[in-house]
């Protein structure tokens, strides 16, 4: 088995030798140890340019694209999931983007582009496909115009592997409707390198300008045609390298990404040897893996100086290992009489030497940043050096955690219903399973410092084991709520959820389980009954005596075991459907399940919550 926490050979940097072709699979150039092959390495990364651009034909016409050019600064970017708690308030039922950026600006500086992450990983608990999963979102035009205002490029997601939800129009025509309607500025490429040409053609019509920004290396030959990629996953060399597609086209902006890390100081310090961005992802498909106090003020630092001095680094002259103090590596980047020095201290300690020039950034401390600028004479001073307003450095390099914490069920005082499964009260042990995703289960992330996590450490089938005590019995209702119990409630009250989206949207037969409600709309129903939803320990405790039946057509169960970390809000869900998505394992898995089996489920807000699929059943504390 892969050892998780060294890096994958195709992670690995390549060495600079053997035929020119074979550079072309590189991710990273890898830098020599030895400063005397240097002149000989640098040497050989322009021959092998010069020679790539000539097999490939290459012209760098896409990057004069109007409106595209904006990506060549891009330099930060962060994934965000479109009911990320900084972003959409669950008590107003509307989206802060005011409270994210303001979180952004104070911490990384700001950002330049957002991917706004819509379905995964709660597509497949229905048959809503992943269009629906934007076009069902009230307000999601005026969140875009709002970023838009905000100074923001916005990027949607498109999933290829969802083919087994509902099927509209082919991929491509809703994926173009879509960046119309939104107008929207960059599409993400989730699971994919690069878009066959075809795919290119079409959403340059549908939106001139269009930013692809593909998941893992981009084929040189696709460079032609693509603004951008990640840089996921990129493992770095001792001495750091040359990422092979942005010294192919220096016009080609990539994003550093290591989603599962916590100390980010290779990626950002290659980001900055290198003139490139990063990918800032907090919160991973509902995982709390939020950066420290120093790889945030890096970001910051970073960003600063790029945006003020992009004209170099686009345009200058890109000179990689730059000879500079023992200790320090560089890059230089000279234009008009101007160098603009980055320096990356892979050191323990603090460099206290002097840096040619201009000293940007107050040093280069221990596994840091620095920046120098140096003016010909002759030459005239950038305008922007004087503007330049750079954050002080931050040593602590803490994990910032988060606990998710439950919410507390209220105690009862109505009759349960006669034929209520009854739990009794005292301590239980529980076996839990279920199927090991990225959204891990109840605290912490499910892979720390990993590289790229595989079969069996994704989608594979695992238990864990729960604890607790009962202070009293509890009753569980043997039957789901049905459709005529539920309009009933809706008659005798006249209740009408704050945000009514998707409430009782269809309605089957009155005998079947209500579905099209959400967590409040089923905490509504069991009040008024005296009573209140089972948690999820309640729910299997009592599943585990065969008591619990199960309605037609079988719908998963909301409980009360909803969690919250301040950023992302969850709930686990019982009992599984008899809906089930195919085709892909990043669907949320579908079928009948035991009553040990439970699902983590990642909640929408605006009513996006209330599902085809998801029903429930009523509890009662029962007095010892």
Known sequence: MTDPLVPRPIDRPTPVRGPLSELDEAKIFAAPDDPADVPAWREKLHAWREDARARHGYSGAAYARPGAAWAQTCYSVAQVWLWDELLYSFADHRFTPERFLDDARARFGGLDAVVLW?????IGLDDRNQWDFYRDVPGLDALVEDLHRAGLRVFVDYNPWDV???RGADDLTELAALVADLDVDGVFLDTLKKAEPEFVERL???????VLEGESKLAVERIEDHAASWAQFFADSPVPGVLRAHWYERRHMQHHVRRWHRDHTEE?????????GVMVWEVVFGVWVG??????ATVRRMVTVQRAASELLLDGDWTPLADLAPGLHASSWELDGVTLWTIVNRGDTDYEGALPGID???GVPARGIGAALEVADGAAEPAWLNDLNIAEHDPDARFPHRLATRVSPQRTTGEPEPDAVIVPQGPYVLTVRYRARETGMYQGAPYVDEWKPLPPRLHDARTLQRDGELATPV???ATEVTNAQFAEFVAATGYRPEYPHRFLEHRGGQDEPVTYVDLDDARAYCAWRGGRLPTEDEWQLAGETGGLERGTPAVWNWTESEHSDGRTRFVMLKGGSDYRADGSEWYVEGGRREPAYSVKLLLPGLGLARAATVGFRCAWDVPA
């Open 360 to 362: 940007l950034l107050g």
């Open 291 to 296: 950066w420290s106090r120093r790889d945030a």
């Open 118 to 122: 819509h379905a995964y990983p709660v």
């Open 268 to 276: 950002l310090q290659s980001a900055w040897l290198n003139g490139v």
């Open 164 to 166: 087994g939800t509902r």
């Open 475 to 477: 009753a569980v209702a």
């Open 204 to 210: 340059e019509a549908a939106k001139p300008g269009l």
